[in-house]
Antibody, heavy 119, light 111 residues
């Protein structure tokens, strides 16, 4: 079964850090580009970050640039998002997403992990 | 990069057709044929319904179709069914700097 499972979410104080992980299974993880997409409570979807299949070519939304770092370990079939200097505006469900059907289509989604930034 | 413009809500009776518009600029929707559409039921992860403007992934009913004209893309749901009631988001490639921008989302209600 094709699956993405996120972990690492939780409650963190403003200014704090958190590292999200995403475990992939059921497909050749190393062949596909990956993204993080987030959704604030009651709000729409927001693209956060992209990484190429080999780990190169990372890109970030302006809202997280300089604070978030995306990485992957193809040997462990895992994707990561290191989040620093977190603010209340970063509170959201974070989805790990694979672009398998097309480079620019998000066709495999994880169940999401909730990040709450609050004092 | 601003979010793509979608109507907040659309509605239709079972069996009818509804169309959701997604308006951007020449830097995103109008500049590339990389528009995708996602369906999201409450409490669930989004699901890809259309990609590359008109392509439908395996398993998505052919009642769902996509198109684009200029800076506006559209998703049409024909033969509306109760299970189609959900939020729908468009997304477009927006160039090598911003990469992707989503629409604000449209709530589809089946009357």
């Amino acid at each position: 079964e094709v699956q993405l499972v996120e972990s690492g979410g939780g409650l963190v104080q403003p200014g704090g850090s958190l590292r999200l992980s995403c475990a992939a299974s059921g497909f050749t993880f190393s062949s596909f580009e990956m993204n993080w997409v987030r959704q604030a409570p009651g709000k729409g979807l927001e693209w956060v970050s992209y990484i190429g299949s080999s780990g190169a070519g990372a890109r970030y939304a302006d809202s997280v640039k300089g604070r978030f770092t995306i990485s992957r370990d193809n040997a462990k079939n895992s994707l990561y998002l290191e989040m620093n200097s977190l603010g209340v505006e970063d509170t959201a469900v974070y989805y790990c997403v694979c672009s398998r059907a097309s480079r620019d289509a998000f066709d495999i989604w994880g169940q999401g992990t909730m990040v709450t930034v609050s004092s | 990069q601003s979010a793509l413009t979608q109507p907040r809500s659309v509605s239709g009776s079972p069996g009818q057709s509804v169309t959701i518009s997604c308006t951007g600029t020449s830097s995103d929707v109008g500049g590339y044929n990389f528009v995708s559409w996602y369906q999201q039921h409450p409490g669930k992860a989004p699901k890809l319904m259309i990609y590359d403007v008109t392509k439908r992934p395996s398993g998505v009913p052919d009642r769902f179709s996509g198109s684009k004209s200029g800076n506006t893309a559209s998703l049409t749901i024909s033969g509306l069914q109760a299970e189609d009631e959900a939020d729908y988001y468009c997304c477009s490639y927006a160039g090598s700097y911003t990469l992707y921008v989503f629409g604000i989302g449209t709530k589809v209600t089946v009357l």
